[in-house]
């Protein structure tokens, strides 16, 4: 049995068209039901979305201990890296919930808290300054999963860095990190294992004195709204429901993470469905940029180059239109960004000048016709995929 205690919010994104009810409780409890034997969702749910929810549950064999609100919230992006402003929270807290059994994951929530009790709890915040046992919640061993900046102590060190004028980055620096990490071990109450996610399917393990890197694995698409919440319900499952080891569990959290972005799909597969998948090989090295296209695509080029730098890459050149290649295009192109209204016929003038990219981002419909130019490119209509594979390849 694992009980989860989690939000059930709205999510609507642009790119790519995405608008259901989700939010990290209920996305966690119905992942976990196709491989735990009891499920039991705890949750406040607005009342409007109240017996769609039930029924969803009902039909996932998941039991539900839901809590009415009047207050429904929803997350709103652009694309699947960029969240815009999240939504106001109720304008005082709901009563909190309590929760009690073996196994428990914990998310933050924005209308009220959970106290929880458990054996073996898994803790996903949400936010920097949330502590798991302020509310007097207790667990006989927990594990905390984080995203770098989320952990505590971080958010000094990353305003200073965008003071200096540094590109933001997902996760902190060496130092940074390791400070974060030890003091969270130096607290009364600490956790016994702590992950941190990378924010493209891979992690590290903190458990004894050497963290462990668990890579992130293989993915052919990448959608990341909701890829956290899949990745602590796996762990959870396999680290407090199969008393796994937590290397081990970290392991199947990220396969199960790769499975999940390629749809996204749910629920969580077994172990045995993920073990032939292949771990991904990090980026290394600097990263080349070229801009076919309009205005609009040019500036796509330099927020491309941030994004790739908060991903934890490294721009090394823009180019915008070829005119500006030079002798350069002969360097190789790691992601070349081609604006919607560009025809063929400007990609085959590209091909010509010896392009050859490793990534075609193209938001059209005619996106895997970009291949008859470029046969060696892995092409991508959706924009976070894109990023995603110029940050990540499969592992030969």
Request: with cysteine.
């Amino acid at each position: 049995m694992i009980s989860v205690a989690g939000g059930v919010y709205a999510e609507r994104c642009q790119y790519p068209a995405w608008n259901q009810i989700y939010g990290s409780g209920l996305r966690a409890a119905i992942a976990v039901s196709s491989v735990s034997n009891a499920v039991r969702l705890n949750a406040y749910v607005p009342r409007e979305w109240m017996a769609d929810v039930v029924s969803t549950l009902a039909s996932f064999g998941v039991t539900g201990n839901l809590h009415a609100s009047n207050h429904p919230m929803t997350f709103e992006y652009l694309h699947a890296f960029y969240r815009k402003a999240p939504p106001e929270p109720p304008p005082a807290p709901y009563p909190e919930l309590s929760v009690q059994d073996e196994v428990v994951l914990r998310f933050g929530m924005m209308e009220g808290d959970a106290r929880v009790t458990g054996d073996r709890v898994v803790y996903d915040p949400q936010s920097q300054n949330a502590s798991f046992y302020s509310n007097g919640s207790t667990a006989g061993s927990l594990a905390m999963i984080v995203g770098g900046w989320e952990l505590p102590g971080t958010a000094a060190a990353y305003a200073k860095r965008r003071s200096e004028g540094k590109p933001r980055s997902l996760m902190p620096d060496e130092a940074t990190l390791l400070n974060a990490i030890i003091a969270l071990r130096d607290l009364p109450q600490r956790p016994q294992i702590i992950l941190v996610k990378d924010g493209l399917g891979g992690l590290i393990v903190f458990q004894g004195d050497q963290p462990v890197r668990i890579p992130s694995y293989a993915a052919e698409s990448f959608f990341r709204i909701g890829s956290g919440d899949v990745t602590a319900v796996a762990f959870a499952h396999a680290w407090g429901e199969l008393h796994r080891d937590p290397v081990e569990a970290a392991h199947y959290a990220a396969r199960c993470t790769a499975h999940f972005v390629e749809g996204p799909r749910l629920p969580l597969p077994s172990a045995a469905e993920v073990s032939s998948r292949k771990p991904s090989t990090a980026r290394r090295g600097e990263i080349r940029i070229v801009g076919l296209g309009d205005f609009e695509q040019q500036a796509l080029v330099l927020m491309t180059s941030d994004w790739l730098s908060y991903l934890g890459g490294t721009v090394k050149h823009e180019t915008f239109g070829l005119d500006d290649l030079g002798s350069s295009v002969h360097e190789g192109v790691d992601l070349l960004l081609v604006g919607s209204r560009c025809t063929e016929l400007e990609l085959e003038s590209a091909a010509r000048a010896g392009l050859q990219p490793t990534v075609v981002f193209w938001p059209s419909s005619r996106a895997n016709s970009s291949r008859q130019y470029f046969p060696d490119a892995m092409a991508a209509r959706d924009y976070a995929t894109a990023l995603y594979h110029v940050m990540r390849s499969p592992e030969r």
